[in-house]
């Protein structure tokens, strides 16, 4: 039986959940032609924007389920975890110092460099690097195909962050794009996690 418990299956599902769905009724709110292509995920909850409670639910939801995923994730090694929890902390904070119309908010974009760089790292951190001072029955080493997916997972997430880091800082013309690639990518791959330890049986009883 897995160790880690099924609500952490809520909170993993909930996250692109919150996201897509925030996003895309978010945008179909908006009366001035926004277009998901040029401009970003927090456009959507600035100061001044249409409906900008609905990103602001969304965002704010996703922060609050990668807390929830990285306390129940319990299958992953502490530096993993700790960074997820980090990703959900920061998404909570830019919600709490939103984007404003004459100019990005400094504690936003603090915030949303957090996130994303937590976001995009913690999978190459969640696996244990060596058995714990137990049994061998309770606690094996990971296999290598599992530690070999995480670095993986880390991987592709950094080379999407680039992708929208590089489209951000040179006013690109693809810059909710890459955005939108980017934040996806990271709320879905704590689910693939919460799916792979599920299905890894957990620590066994006495005798």
């Not at 609050?64 to 993993?80: E, F, K, R, W, Y």
């Not at 489209?167 to 792979?196: H, M, S």
């Amino acid at each position: 039986m897995s160790a880690v418990p099924r609500w952490t299956l809520l909170s993993a599902g909930g996250a692109p959940l919150f996201l897509v769905g925030g996003w895309t009724l978010a945008q179909a709110a908006q009366s001035d032609g926004f277009d998901p292509v040029r401009q970003t995920i927090s456009a959507l909850a600035a100061t001044g924007a249409d409906h900008r409670w609905i990103m602001t639910v969304g965002l704010a939801g996703l922060g609050l389920c990668h807390l929830v995923t990285a306390l129940g994730l319990v299958s992953a090694a502490p530096a993993g975890r700790a960074l997820l929890a980090l990703g959900g902390l920061a998404t909570v904070v830019l919600v709490a110092f939103p984007q404003r119309p004459a100019g990005d908010s400094t504690t936003h974009a603090v915030a949303a460099g957090v996130a994303f760089g937590a976001l995009a790292v913690w999978p190459a951190l969640a696996v244990h690097r060596r058995a714990r001072p137990f049994s061998d029955r309770e606690h094996r080493h990971p296999p290598a195909s599992v530690r070999g997916l995480a670095l993986a997972a880390a991987a592709v997430l950094l080379g999407l962050v680039g992708w929208f880091a590089v489209e951000f800082f040179t006013d690109g013309a693809w810059i909710g794009l890459t955005e939108r690639l980017a934040a996806a990518a990271e709320a879905c791959v704590p689910l693939a996690a919460v799916l792979v330890s599920r299905r890894r049986p957990g620590p066994s009883g006495p005798g």
